[in-house]
């Protein structure tokens, strides 16, 4: 079914992460979580602490055929927290052409960064107890596969832009998975990423007692951000309410 999750994903377009600022410098760049192929490389941003600390995935857009992790330099979610004893990673993948067009394939290897992290977390100072992820567009679904389909302790979700793949990526929501957050900026007319995928996870995650909150904007079935907060504020907010969490542990 996995497989089939995907067959939409060639349309999708990269669409940009919530940024602002200038671009923050990674503390490591290009380190290679597998050999398997060129692009399966990690940018890692260390927090300054004395004691291991949590750590944000994120996983780019671009339809699995485009995109790149450096976009994540200028995010505000980075910006914000690094300061703060908040370590980042952002994650490059293959391509959907470099793996024969095999999705699952894909998903699976983008697990191995996860595994790289958490082998590699004393070298880093990273909690591997506190590691959650997110992602734009085809991230998304990248999130929610590693979160739910996966078994790799992540303790929070943050899709953004959740597409068209979703419904068939919805059998795999399990009860005893991690909490999501989601939000959707688009209206009614963006068919890619149309605010019923992201009411889809939510209606999904109610059904088996899953936390979830869905953000989206007016009109979307969504409910809209508290006025004056930020989307990015909010996510922390809940990363750090699941870190504390002894559910996934």
């Known amino acids: 079914m996995i497989q089939r999750i995907f067959l939409f994903l060639s349309l999708l377009l990269q669409t940009g992460q919530i940024c602002h600022g200038e671009t923050q410098v990674p503390t490591h760049t290009d380190l290679r979580y597998s050999g398997d192929y060129k692009r399966s490389q990690l940018d890692l941003w260390?927090?300054?602490?004395?004691?291991?600390?949590?750590?944000?995935?994120?996983?780019?857009?671009?339809?699995?055929?485009?995109?790149?992790?450096?976009?994540?330099?200028?995010?505000?979610?980075?910006?914000?927290?690094?300061?703060?004893?908040?370590?980042?990673?952002?994650?490059?993948?293959?391509?959907?052409?470099?793996?024969?067009?095999?999705?699952?394939?894909?998903?699976?290897?983008?697990?191995?960064?996860?595994?790289f992290i958490k082998k590699n977390a004393r070298k880093y100072n990273i909690d591997k107890n506190r590691i959650s992820v997110m992602g734009n567009s085809a991230g998304a679904l990248i999130t929610c596969f590693l979160g739910h389909a996966q078994n790799l302790g992540i303790r929070s979700i943050y899709p953004i832009q959740q597409p068209k793949g979703t419904p068939l990526l919805l059998p795999h929501i399990r009860a005893d998975g991690p909490p999501i957050i989601v939000y959707n900026r688009?209206?009614?007319?963006?068919?890619?990423?149309?605010?019923?995928?992201?009411?889809?996870?939510?209606?999904?995650?109610?059904?088996?007692?899953?936390?979830?909150?869905?953000?989206?904007?007016?009109?979307?079935?969504?409910?809209?951000?508290?006025?004056?907060k930020d989307v990015n504020d909010l996510a922390m907010q809940f990363f750090k309410k699941s870190w504390e969490s002894k559910k996934n542990e």
């Open 46 to 115: 260390l927090a300054e602490s004395k004691k291991p600390t949590p750590l944000v995935v994120n996983f780019h857009g671009g339809g699995f055929r485009k995109g790149d992790k450096r976009s994540f330099q200028r995010n505000s979610m980075l910006q914000n927290n690094l300061a703060r004893g908040i370590s980042f990673a952002s994650v490059n993948y293959p391509y959907i052409d470099q793996v024969d067009g095999d999705h699952r394939k894909l998903l699976e290897h983008c697990a191995e960064s996860i595994k």
């Open 186 to 228: 688009s209206g009614l007319n963006d068919q890619i990423h149309h605010p019923r995928f992201a009411v889809m996870i939510q209606k999904k995650c109610e059904e088996l007692g899953v936390q979830c909150i869905a953000y989206g904007v007016e009109d979307s079935g969504l409910r809209t951000l508290p006025e004056g």
